[in-house]
């Protein structure tokens, strides 16, 4: 059964940088990054297909890039100019396909 290992969260300032790493036991078409903040629902922030298509969510273009390196079933996710809004416990699983059990998923907390 695939599994995801999420790590890279942590505490960092207004605008400032992250850059989170998503280990994948197989082999997804495609990828993406999600998140949960406090009281909120689970919402999808970017994905990414093997082929290098990309989609991302309003709140999070121009400042967050997603990656895959495919031989390493791994995608990042590169966050710019983090906001507190950002904060929340990111998640990586599939993307544009049927859900695998979800990680644990790494904190992310923007605070000055």
């Known amino acids: 059964q695939v599994q995801f290992v999420e790590s890279g969260g942590g505490l960092v300032q207004p605008g400032g940088s992250l850059r989170l790493s998503c280990a994948c036991s197989?082999?997804?078409?495609?990828m993406g990054w999600y998140r949960q903040a406090p009281g909120k629902q689970r919402e999808l922030v970017a994905g990414i297909t093997t082929g290098g298509s990309t989609y991302y969510a309003d709140s999070v273009k121009g400042r967050f890039t997603i990656s895959r390196d495919n031989p390493k079933n791994t995608v990042y996710l590169q966050m710019n100019t983090l906001k507190p809004e950002d904060t929340a416990v990111y998640y990586c699983?599939?993307?544009?396909?049927?859900?695998?059990?979800w990680g644990q998923g790494t904190q992310v907390t923007v605070s000055s």
């Open positions: 197989g082999s997804i078409y495609g």
């Open positions: 699983n599939a993307f544009g396909g049927s859900f695998v059990p």
